[in-house]
């Protein structure tokens, strides 16, 4: 089969692999018919992560099932799906209690001792391969199976959003505790950071300010619905504070992660988080979901490269706030988010910019690592010529 093959930073190509099959009898098999190119994706693509060579990419997937393995029960062949990036077992002790993100079954326990998570083509997330690609293998189908309703096809570009990004920024905003008639204030406005935007607006959030030094992106979460707010090294914050009589936000999301940055393409890990505190309430809420890793060997100072940043403990605490963190539990949202899409509620679709064959995969991630205008989020298609 074909499929995105990374062989070092920032060294990708469609590659021909050997194809992916039933290896236990949970397994579903799945023709890949959309895959998306995400931003942590970049985290492994730039040489950030200790991701082997030789790795398929890619864990926003969807696609039609083309084979069960003897022990699959409701996962029929022909269903369409779309697949959580985390891979769950379904009965372990954070499966069952909503925590997919963590499950403790598909671990990589190599990684250390008490990992818990698995994904597709991810670093430290164990042996699976991603699924940008014609065909992937889908431990435990029955459970990481979401089978889409009779408008699959039709609405295809807006079920992709399922498997990651639309679910994750909706757990931003529900870490950051947003209620109807809030306001909030989003860092970053990236794929990650415009879901959140759409979500906050479907929970009736009454102002919603996204915060980012892209302009262009900057031009379409302000389409969503929100207040464009154009990143100045915390500087910023003071405009927030202005548009709210000075109190703040009533909650924050953060969507950048470990890799925050000045318009000038300075690293400076702590940055989004301060510029959080400082414009979220006193006893506001922050989501963080934007993703932060446990160690970095090319991190920006010695704090950053072991994976801590120097935070705003004190302000934090005298303003009496709290922070929810982690990795989004894709299946804790993705079923009732369906249904928002199925009913023309919501339509995560209007964030695409380019719909392309996997083949021109490796000019895709070149052009969206360098943010090039106008690259705003990017679906494959594995089997198109």
């Known amino acids: 089969m074909k ?18 099959t039933i290896e236990k ?25 200790d991701m082997p060579a030789n790795s398929v990419l890619g864990h926003e997937n969807m696609g039609e099932v083309i084979a069960v393995g003897k022990a ?22 954070n499966c069952e209690r909503g925590l997919s993100a963590f499950c403790l079954t598909t671990a990589d326990r190599s990684v250390m001792p008490n990992m818990a998570g698995a994904a597709y083509g991810f670093a430290d997330m164990g042996p699976y391969r991603g699924g940008q690609a014609q065909l992937l293998r889908v431990p435990y189908g029955d459970y990481n199976c979401l089978v889409l309703p009779e408008d699959a096809a039709e609405k295809e570009r807006d079920y992709v959003m399922l498997s990651d990004i639309f679910p994750t920024g ?8 947003l209620t109807p008639g809030d306001s909030v204030v989003i860092y970053g406005s990236g794929p ?65 992660g470990y890799q925050c940055h000045t318009p000038q393409g300075k690293e400076v890990p702590n940055l989004v988080m301060n510029s959080l505190v400082n414009a979220v309430k006193f006893t506001g809420s922050i989501g963080v979901v934007g993703v932060f890793v446990p160690q970095d060997p090319g991190g920006a100072d010695e704090l950053a490269k072991k994976g801590e940043i120097a935070f705003d403990f004190g302000k934090f605490w005298f303003k009496g706030q709290k922070i929810g963190t982690g990795q989004c539990n894709v299946k804790a949202y993705n079923r009732k ?9 919501a339509n ?38």
């Open 192 to 256: 990650v950071g415009l879901m959140a935007t759409l979500s906050a607006r479907v929970q009736g959030a009454s102002r919603i300010f996204v915060v980012d030094h892209n302009t262009d992106r900057l031009a379409l979460a302000e389409k969503l619905g929100a207040t464009p707010i154009v990143e100045d090294e915390g500087r910023e914050v003071q405009q927030i504070l202005d548009a709210t009589s000075g109190q703040g936000t009533d909650c924050g999301c953060e969507c950048i």
């Open 348 to 385: 995560p679709s209007a964030i695409i910019s380019h719909e392309l064959p996997l083949s021109e995969a490796p000019d895709a991630y070149k052009n969206f690592d360098k943010r090039v205008e106008g690259w705003h989020k990017v679906i494959l298609h594995p089997q198109a010529a």
């Open 170 to 177: 909706w757990h931003s905003t529900r870490l950051a505790n």
């Open 25 to 49: 009898q949970t397994d579903v098999l799945v023709r890949i018919t959309t895959t998306n190119i995400c931003g942590s994706d970049l985290h492994m693509y730039e040489g950030r992560t």
């Open 72 to 93: 699959v029960d409701r996962v029929k062949v022909g269903d369409r799906v779309v697949l959580p990036f985390n891979i769950g077992c379904g009965f372990c002790a």
């Open 337 to 345: 988010l369906m249904e928002l899409i199925h009913n023309g509620r």
């Open 3 to 20: 499929a995105l093959v990374y062989h070092g930073p920032r060294k990708v190509s469609v590659d021909n692999v050997d194809d992916a």
